[in-house]
């Protein structure tokens, strides 16, 4: 069973930047189309962004032009450039395939990331 671990959430202030990780167990992470989604205190989880097997990637309008996708699948890997951060990224972060929420997870999720933003 392929296991997802999200990694590389912290506390930083509004404006700073982090780098998230989501790393796969088994390699047919390579053939995934994936999602990052999070979840904020007492709210439901939410789609973040997309990125297909190829590299194509997707955002939701909150975080168009501050937050970037990418992944190596030689390494089982995903990761998520967040840049500008502010206080309402505050959540906690997973990695999943896509449409998770609304077709239902492909792989179990992962206990994710916290990332906190200060203002």
């Known amino acids: 069973q392929v296991q997802l671990v999200e990694s590389g959430g912290g506390l930083v202030q509004a404006g700073g930047s982090l780098r998230l990780s989501c790393a796969a167990s088994?390699?047919?992470?390579?053939?995934?189309?994936m999602g990052w989604y999070r979840q904020a205190p007492g709210k439901q989880r939410e789609w973040v962004s997309d990125?297909?097997?190829?590299?194509?990637?997707n955002y939701a309008d909150s975080v168009k032009g501050r937050f970037t996708s990418s992944r190596d699948n030689a390494k089982n890997t995903m990761y998520l450039q967040m840049n500008s951060l502010k206080p309402e990224d505050t959540g906690v972060y997973y990695c999943n395939s896509v449409r998770a929420l609304s077709h239902g997870s492909a792989f179990p999720w992962g206990r994710g990331t916290q990332v906190t933003v200060s203002s």
């Open positions: 088994a390699s047919i992470f390579r053939l995934a189309d």
């Open positions: 990125i297909t097997r190829s590299g194509s990637t």
